[in-house]
């Protein structure tokens, strides 16, 4: 199986998130940001998970991100392609998928439901329901035990997609 974790993150919470899927899938799973996500990487993915943090209650955008503050601590990493681009570029595939974000424990709204609908879209079929991780704050960090989760998720998906 080739397991692709890709992720958008803005304060590092969501890459972390993404690194711990893909320890708990296996040593053959890699986490990538969007950028390092080129087509040809994820060309022959038999499991694609794809996670972003909910901005404005939903997957972010560049307007979105255009309106994040830079001056903030830790600050923002907006180096990267939104997963919103990225999903709008991925090419046709025939595996399975699944989707998370991270959000605020009481944040309506969800990133994960509009991934889970673009990699339906491009021939990724889901193989669990998609999966909310918990940040303490805007910028985090995560709740206790959420990495530990998300690491268990990982095993799951393994499980299932395997």
Same mark, same amino acid.
Request: net charge neutral; proline share 7%; hydrophobic share 45%.
């Given at each position: 199986?080739?397991? @692709?974790? @890709?992720?958008?993150?803005?304060? !590092?919470?969501?890459?972390?998130?993404?690194?711990?899927?893909?320890?708990?899938? &296996?040593?053959?799973?890699?986490?990538?940001?969007?950028?390092?996500?080129? *087509?040809?990487?994820?060309?022959?993915?038999?499991?694609?998970?794809?996670?972003?943090?909910?901005?404005?209650?939903?997957?972010?955008?560049?307007?979105?991100?255009?309106?994040?503050?830079?001056?903030?601590?830790?600050? *923002?990493?907006?180096?990267? *392609?939104?997963?919103? %681009?990225?999903? /709008?570029?991925?090419?046709?595939?025939?595996?399975? %998928?699944?989707?998370?974000?991270?959000?605020?424990?009481?944040?309506?709204?969800?990133?994960?439901?509009?991934?889970?609908? /673009?990699?339906?879209?491009? !021939?990724?079929?889901?193989?669990?329901?998609? /999966?909310?991780?918990?940040?303490? !704050?805007?910028? &985090? *960090?995560?709740?206790?035990?959420?990495?530990?989760?998300?690491?268990?998720? &990982?095993?799951?998906?393994?499980?299932?997609?395997?």
């Amino acid at each position: 199986m080739k397991a @692709v974790v @890709v992720y958008e993150s803005i304060w !590092g919470n969501t890459a972390a998130v993404a690194r711990a899927i893909a320890e708990g899938i &296996g040593p053959e799973a890699r986490a990538l940001s969007t950028a390092e996500a080129t *087509p040809d990487v994820v060309a022959d993915a038999t499991l694609i998970v794809a996670g972003a943090p909910i901005q404005g209650f939903s997957l972010p955008n560049d307007r979105m991100r255009a309106g994040i503050r830079t001056d903030t601590v830790p600050a *923002p990493d907006l180096s990267t *392609p939104t997963l919103r %681009s990225w999903l /709008e570029h991925l090419p046709a595939g025939n595996g399975r %998928s699944a989707a998370f974000d991270t959000k605020i424990r009481w944040s309506p709204g969800s990133a994960a439901s509009v991934i889970d609908r /673009e990699l339906a879209r491009a !021939g990724y079929a889901p193989a669990v329901k998609a /999966e909310h991780f918990i940040v303490a !704050g805007q910028t &985090g *960090p995560l709740k206790d035990g959420e990495l530990e989760r998300a690491r268990q998720w &990982g095993t799951t998906l393994a499980a299932i997609a395997g």
